[in-house]
């Protein structure tokens, strides 16, 4: 099963679409979708779920090792806090959104106070080009 679009989403929010494990951020809009992979902290094997508080960021370098030598990995990413923010501010216009109702996609919200759809790549890296 994929994760659904507004998990994918409140991780990519979170995130700030960036591995969580190196900090490295993605090349431009479509780069977090080439070379970032979704980490189940507690695999799915034993037990772990599908839910925004069980899934971190990774970049396919991090996301390799750490499945090949997990005690190495495991300690940075067991100490973080997966909770997603409740809320954010429009990167267009600063209203704040809900992020659990915002009208939303994977990599995208669309704010209803302006009705401007926003990329999370401008949303925290800026302009698109
Ligand atoms: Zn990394
Ligand atoms: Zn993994
Ligand atoms: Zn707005």
């Known amino acids: 099963m994929p994760l659904s ?4 989403f409140l991780v990519n929010l979170r995130d700030a679409l960036r591995c969580r494990q190196c900090d490295k951020v993605p090349q431009g809009p479509e ?3 080439q070379g970032f992979e979704y980490h189940h902290r507690l695999p799915r094997s034993l037990g772990g779920s599908d839910e925004v508080d069980n ?3 990774l970049c396919h370098a991090c ?3 750490g499945h090949k030598a997990p005690a190495s990995h495991s300690e940075r990413l067991c100490v973080l806090d997966l ?3 409740a809320s954010f501010l429009c990167w267009q216009c600063q209203s704040r959104l809900e992020s659990r109702s915002v009208e939303m ?3 995208w919200y ?3 106070a302006c009705q401007t759809q926003v990329h999370l790549y401008q949303h925290f ?3 698109l080009e």
Request: glycine share 12%.
């Open 110 to 112: 669309r704010c209803r």
């Open 83 to 85: 909770t997603p923010p």
């Open 105 to 107: 996609n994977c990599g």
């Open 63 to 65: 996301h390799q090792v």
């Open 5 to 8: 679009n507004r998990v994918c």
């Open 125 to 127: 890296y800026g302009a």
């Open 55 to 57: 899934i971190v960021l």
């Open 31 to 33: 780069g977090y979708h």
